[in-house]
């Protein structure tokens, strides 16, 4: 089923600009007047615009730094007032939002373990009806894209219309580099079924260490999305929260001078001409895959047919093993990568075994 969603871009939000990316950015967490007016005074200096700082911090333990509360928004209002920038925070409940609405807060976001819970993106969407604040939703954190949606739904039906998305990744028990998974699949399909949504990525979050940012920031801007939130703090050693990923406004400066930034797209014939012509290629291709496939599914028929008759069981996990590691060989004397190859043909295998069950069953 498709979800609808009534949205207006970020380009007519007022404060967001071009070149891409448009980068949010500060700190994790607000912690003192001094750090959160330093931070900005350092981000606003090369032309940052938008200001982040966590005001009500979820954390995994407590005892640890839970946020300054109340207070600190006074200090995002001193940003405002002294820097001109627009200012952002995190709300996870009915209270956070009134504070925010009360001491002038610009843009909010919904953190990666609120947007998971479909109670407190009710009770969210239900305080915020009314105002046309822009809210920022970051991905949940599980990879599940119809909970993302369902949390985007909730606010678009209270009549909050300003709405775009901050993919930070996903948590994984696999052994990665990074502190979550980048999981740019679920991204992209995002991206795809709502393309006028403004999109944002956060590579602090999706790193948890700076030696990371630049790289993540770069696949973010080569998939063409809008912009980028990272946390930036004037000592990030001395940080609060999330110390490792953080960067001075400096090294922040010379990471976007670094990004290369491609056109979504040019207006040049050549190049119209050439990609024309490929993409006219790739489709003559995935027609010919495709009736491969249905010749494929078809034999699968006739096997399990087969099977039915000789009282064989489906699955023969060894031919399996043996069929995949020969593909991945071939594959890799193709130059095809292991991974991608295991993907596919697990993806044909599964369609396959279900073909058979359904002769089986039938
Ligand atoms: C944050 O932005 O500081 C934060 C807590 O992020 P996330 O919800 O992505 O973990
Ligand atoms: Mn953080």
Redesign the pocket.
């Known amino acids: 089923m498709a979800h609808e969603l009534d949205i207006i871009p970020g380009s007519e939000w007022g404060f967001f600009t071009l070149p891409r990316p448009m980068c949010i950015a500060g700190p994790?967490?607000a912690e003192t007047e001094e750090q959160v007016m330093e931070t900005a005074k350092g981000l606003h200096a090369f032309g940052i615009h938008v200001y982040?700082a966590?005001i009500w911090?979820?954390r995994t333990h407590p005892g640890s730094f839970e946020g300054v509360g109340t207070p600190g928004l006074k200090w995002l209002r001193k940003v405002k007032e002294t820097y001109g920038m627009k200012v952002c925070t995190?709300v996870a409940t009915e209270k956070h939002v009134l504070e925010c609405i009360k001491y002038g807060v610009d843009v909010i976001?919904?953190?990666?373990?609120?947007?998971a819970n479909p109670f407190l993106m009710q009770e969210i969407a239900d305080a915020l009806s009314g105002t046309d604040i822009p809210v920022l939703v970051?991905?949940p954190?599980n990879p599940d894209l119809d909970l993302w949606i369902g949390a985007l739904e909730r606010l678009n039906r209270a009549g909050i219309r300003k709405l775009g998305v901050?993919h930070?990744?996903f948590s994984t028990s696999a052994p990665i580099p990074y502190r979550?998974d980048p999981g740019w699949k679920i991204a992209i399909e995002l991206r795809t079924r709502y393309p006028q949504l403004a999109f944002f990525a956060?590579p602090?979050?999706m790193a948890g260490d700076r030696k990371y940012l630049l790289e993540l920031s770069q696949r973010a801007m080569d998939l063409g999305l809008d912009g980028l939130?990272v946390?930036s703090h004037c000592t990030p050693d001395q940080a609060w929260?999330?110390a490792r990923q953080q960067l001075t406004p400096a090294s922040l400066q010379n990471l976007l001078e670094s990004l290369v930034i491609r056109d979504n797209t040019s207006d040049n014939e050549a190049y119209k001409e050439g990609i024309d012509a490929l993409r006219t290629r790739i489709d003559v291709i995935d027609e010919n895959l495709l009736k491969l496939l249905k010749d494929r599914m078809d034999v699968s028929r006739r096997i399990g047919q087969y099977k039915k008759e000789h009282n064989v069981a489906i699955l023969q996990a060894g031919r399996w093993e043996q069929l995949l590691a020969d593909m991945v060989e071939r594959g890799a004397q193709l130059g095809l990568s292991e991974a991608s190859i295991r993907a596919i043909m697990t993806a044909i295998h599964d369609e396959s075994v279900r073909v058979q069950n359904a002769i089986l069953e039938s």
């Open positions: 994790c967490s982040r966590g911090k979820p995190e976001w919904i953190g990666a373990r609120t947007s970051k991905n954190v901050i930070r990744g979550n956060d602090s979050h939130m946390e929260s999330d």
